[in-house]
């Protein structure tokens, strides 16, 4: 089977206004025409800069072949593709209070250098990268109100190696290990969480 998506570097935000979890919801719609793939077109993504081209994958609809695997009793993530495993890798997840959601979902964007926006202030961070509260690779993979749940990087190590219960929901990965799951995922694949 033939994997069909499209990898848009260069687009123009469009602020929706709809605070999400630590992002801000964003409409990015390349020079297409709207009307023939409004559906696929218009994703919720951490906030984008004018001044940074950003490299965002959107969905065209075709059937996607592989898994997310993410054993939260384990605090491990794997994909699966192909009959082949890769991974599976440490993972920080939800604080008790903020529980990371289980149940089959499906990748709904994926961005690299993502930029974190406060859900408490609202400020944006001013860093971008590995250093960022986001790290370099986000993958998202459910939306719930207000909430977005993604899976991504981060520069503390340290809550990752000792697999803690740290996140308000979403799943932080050590930088490299974000960036090879990145690389074998893409939009509309599902993300299993299991207790």
């Not at 469009?14 to 297409?32: E, H, I």
């Not at 490299?55 to 592989?66: I, K, N, Q, Y």
């Not at 991974?87 to 979902?105: H, L, Q, Y």
């Not at 974190?116 to 990268?129: E, I, N």
Request: aromatic share 6%; net charge positive.
């Amino acid at each position: 089977m033939r994997f069909f998506f499209r990898t848009v570097h260069t687009l123009r935000p469009v602020s929706l206004g709809c605070p999400l979890m630590g992002l801000k919801c964003t409409a990015c719609v390349p020079g297409l025409p709207v009307a023939l793939f409004a559906s696929s077109l218009l994703v919720a993504a951490p906030a984008l800069s004018r001044s940074q081209p950003t490299h965002l994958s959107m969905a065209v609809r075709h059937p996607v072949e592989g898994r997310v695997v993410l054993d939260l009793g384990r605090r491990q993530i794997s994909v699966v593709r192909e009959g082949q495993t890769l991974g599976p890798w440490p993972v920080a997840i939800g604080d008790p209070r903020t529980p990371t959601p289980s149940g089959v979902f499906k990748v709904e964007n994926m961005m690299m250098n993502p930029q974190y926006q406060s859900t408490k202030s609202g400020k944006l961070h001013p860093k971008r990268g590995p250093q960022s509260p986001l790290g370099h690779r986000w993958i998202g993979f459910l939306r719930s109100g207000p909430n977005q749940f993604g899976i991504h990087g981060t520069p503390w190590p340290h809550w990752v190696k000792t697999r803690a219960a740290v996140s308000n929901g979403c799943v932080r990965m050590l930088n490299a290990h974000v960036q090879q799951l990145y690389d074998h995922v893409e939009v509309g694949m599902a993300v299993e969480i299991k207790r």
